[in-house]
């Protein structure tokens, strides 16, 4: 049964066990280290301790059982799941509620042939399932490191001097107009400059003619 819920809960915690007599896996309540039949710890970096999942079986569901481990377990930062044989779920309610423990989740299961039928059958007020935790966890923040390349993207194009080029190779074509209007206003003014001129000295041989006749 606790190799069948380790395969259960493996898919999103680590899990370690503590199978028969072995205490490979420590809980520390109060000053002293407990072993529950499971030990669910997160799966990032701090491996934190999650939750702690005690196995009964239908001899196991009394209430020496109960002060001498249930009440420990309840005390822990952890919470503590209780799995009880279908038959049994009457007692370990009655047991919990007289000794004042608090059972995260009671699940019952039943044996029939080869298989294991799990159900939960009590959730404490106010507690979350572990899988709904684990939705609910924050991802690691990889958005300070994607932001250093954008960051220096960002200085690469303010640093690129683009608009001085463009204002020096539009001054040499605005000089030739300029001097072509220039050259225009002195040809037309020498022509305005050469017209009465031409017309005066017309007149005067004129008049010297005309004289020259008398």
Known sequence: MIRLLQAKYKRKFEVSINVGNEQKAPVPIGQSPWFPDLVLQSTDKGRKIVGIVEVETSESVNKVEAMSQWVAFSRARAQFHLYVPASMIDVARQLAGDLNVTVSEIWSFDVLGDQIRFMLIQRAAGVKSLEDKVRATPAPRPVAAARRPAAAAARTRTARPAAPARTSSRRPAAAPRRKTAAASSKA??????????????????????????K
Do not use: D, G
């Open 188 to 213: 037309s003014s020498k022509t305005s400059s050469k017209a009465p001129s031409r017309s005066v000295a017309k007149k005067t041989s004129r008049t010297s003619k005309a004289q020259k006749r």
